[in-house]
């Protein structure tokens, strides 16, 4: 029970950390290269090849789905751009949800090992997990919103933790893999495209004709120092997946 409550209380720790030095143009540049790395690597290390064994082929065609989907429905409905990204965050959410009810049967089922460095690796990784729904949801639907998703994830692993004996049987059906495939796809496009902070969900050329009234602001050494901290970030990304696998395995 203090595994599933430290696990619970590891989704807070990116928002608190976000939302204390969040005013800085740099903090979003460093959540956003952490948020990236992470994500792509469980997506592409854990998720697609736990699908790819029960579903094939199919997982990948389904996770290039998920992925350039909303890009090719932007660029043909272009009036729908908002509304398709939009959507797709939410699908994104509803993985992460579906994924915090899995950690929960996670938990329950290593408490009976010797060592438990799968709780460990779980507990570790819904740091960033927090720090992703936080990074995505804040500039697009407030705090509030943000708040409720951090919510439900915590009570869907408290849920995997109690109902963990039906979950196992669950997991090697193949409609989930299906689910799983489509929405991590779906998840990435999400953390490559985030929503901007007026709340406009373009992709970057998108939004730049989107506001071709406002100022530009490119200048040459202001982007080259956002890149110096976005780099930061995605170093601190892959320590902390090589730290979630370290304890995984």
Same mark, same amino acid.
């Given at each position: 029970?203090?595994?599933?409550?430290?696990? @619970?209380?590891?989704?807070?720790?990116?928002?608190?950390?976000?939302?204390?030095?969040?005013?800085?143009?740099?903090?979003?540049?460093?959540? *956003?290269?952490?948020?990236?790395? !992470?994500?792509?690597?469980?997506?592409?290390?854990?998720?697609?090849?736990?699908? @790819?064994?029960?579903?094939?082929?199919?997982?990948?065609?389904?996770?290039?789905?998920?992925?350039?989907?909303?890009?090719?429905?932007?660029?043909?409905?272009?009036?729908?751009?908002?509304?398709?990204?939009?959507?797709?965050?939410?699908?994104?959410l509803t993985g992460l949800i579906l994924h915090a009810f899995i950690d929960g049967a996670a938990i329950? *089922?290593?408490?009976?090992?010797?060592?438990?460095?799968?709780?460990?690796?779980?507990? @570790?990784?819904?740091?960033?997990?927090?720090?992703?729904?936080?990074?995505?949801?804040?500039?697009?639907?407030?705090?509030?919103?943000?708040? !409720?998703?951090?919510? $439900?994830?915590?009570?869907?692993? @408290?849920?995997?933790?109690?109902?963990?004996? $039906?979950?196992?049987?669950?997991?090697?059906? *193949?409609?989930?893999?299906?689910?799983?495939?489509?929405?991590?796809?779906?998840?990435?496009?999400?953390?490559?495209?985030?929503? =901007?902070?007026?709340?406009?969900?373009?992709?970057?050329?998108? =939004?730049?004709?989107?506001?071709?009234?406002?100022?530009?602001?490119?200048?040459?050494?202001?982007? =080259?120092?956002?890149?110096?901290?976005? *780099?930061?970030?995605? $170093?601190?990304?892959?320590?902390?997946l090589a730290l979630v696998r370290y304890y995984q395995h």
């Amino acid at each position: 029970m203090i595994a599933l409550i430290a696990s @619970f209380f590891s989704l807070c720790v990116g928002p608190l950390v976000y939302q204390t030095f969040g005013p800085l143009k740099r903090t979003d540049k460093i959540a *956003s290269g952490t948020v990236l790395i !992470v994500v792509a690597g469980i997506i592409l290390f854990d998720v697609i090849p736990e699908t @790819f064994t029960r579903i094939g082929w199919v997982a990948i065609l389904l996770a290039l789905i998920g992925f350039a989907g909303p890009t090719v429905i932007e660029r043909i409905f272009k009036k729908a751009a908002d509304t398709t990204h939009k959507l797709t965050i939410y699908l994104g959410l509803t993985g992460l949800i579906l994924h915090a009810f899995i950690d929960g049967a996670a938990i329950q *089922s290593d408490q009976q090992a010797v060592n438990n460095g799968l709780t460990l690796a779980i507990i @570790f990784h819904r740091i960033p997990v927090g720090l992703t729904i936080w990074w995505m949801l804040k500039p697009l639907l407030g705090e509030r919103y943000a708040l !409720v998703i951090l919510v $439900l994830m915590g009570l869907a692993t @408290f849920a995997g933790y109690g109902l963990s004996h $039906l979950i196992v049987d669950y997991q090697n059906n *193949s409609l989930f893999a299906v689910v799983q495939s489509l929405i991590g796809g779906s998840l990435l496009h999400v953390v490559i495209h985030k929503p =901007h902070s007026d709340g406009c969900m373009h992709t970057n050329e998108a =939004h730049e004709q989107h506001h071709t009234s406002h100022k530009k602001t490119s200048v040459a050494s202001l982007k =080259h120092l956002l890149f110096r901290w976005e *780099s930061l970030g995605m $170093l601190l990304g892959v320590l902390l997946l090589a730290l979630v696998r370290y304890y995984q395995h």
